[in-house]
C-alpha cells in the first residue's frame, strides 16, 4: 500500500527527478522500506531520507532497505534519524548495505558522540569505499578526547578527502 502510494506519487511527476526526498517512514518495516527504495526512478541521484526514525530499525531492516538503494544514486541523506540507538554492529550491517555509487554520505546529527571509540570505528570501516565526501556536522564528537577521534577517524575510508565536523563542539 505505502509503495504503491510512492510509485503514483513518482508517476504523477511530469518532470525528470535527480534529487528525491522521503518522509514519515518511521513506522514502515524494513521490507516496505526496500520494496519503497526499489521503486526510486532510475535518474535520482541524490536521495534524503532525514528524520524518519531510521535508528528505530534494527541492523538487519537498514541493511535490507540500504540494499534497495537504486545504484544510480550518489549522495545519501541519513541525518537527524537518531542512529545512535543502533550498535556499531548494527551501524556496520547498514552502512555495508549502501550503494558503492554513493560518493556523498550526510550522517549529520545523528549523536555518534555517544558511541564508544570501538563502535565508531567499527561503524565508519563499514562506510563504502567510494564515498569521498563524508558529513558528520552536529553529532556531538566533542564528547571524546583528541586521541579517541583520532583512534576512530583511523577507520574512515581512505577516499573520503572531504570530511565536515562542523557544530561538533571540538
Wanted: aromatic letters at 8%.
Amino acid at each position: 500500500e505505502f509503495t504503491m502510494f510512492l510509485i503514483e506519487k513518482i508517476k504523477a511527476r511530469r518532470f525528470t527527478l535527480s534529487n528525491f526526498t522521503i518522509r514519515n517512514l518511521r513506522d514502515k518495516s524494513g521490507a516496505e522500506l526496500a520494496q519503497a527504495f526499489a521503486a526510486i526512478p532510475a535518474g535520482v541521484t541524490s536521495l534524503d531520507l532525514g528524520c524518519n526514525y531510521l535508528g528505530n530499525k534494527s541492523g538487519a531492516e537498514l541493511a535490507q532497505a540500504f540494499a534497495a538503494i537504486p545504484a544510480g544514486v550518489t549522495s545519501l541523506n541519513l541525518w537527524g534519524n537518531d542512529l545512535s540507538n543502533k550498535s556499531g554492529a548494527e551501524l556496520a550491517q547498514a552502512f555495508t548495505a549502501i550503494p558503492a555509487g554513493v560518493t556523498s554520505l550526510y550522517l549529520t546529527d545523528n549523536d555518534l558522540g555517544n558511541k564508544s571509540v570501538a563502535e565508531l570505528a567499527q561503524a565508519f570501516t563499514a562506510i563504502p569505499a567510494g564515498v569521498t565526501s563524508l558529513n558528520l556536522t552536529y553529532n556531538y564528537l566533542g564528547n571524546k578526547s583528541g586521541a579517541e577521534l583520532a583512534q576512530a577517524f583511523t577507520a574512515i575510508p581512505a577516499g573520503v578527502t572531504s570530511l565536515n565536523l562542523r557544530d561538533n563542539y571540538l
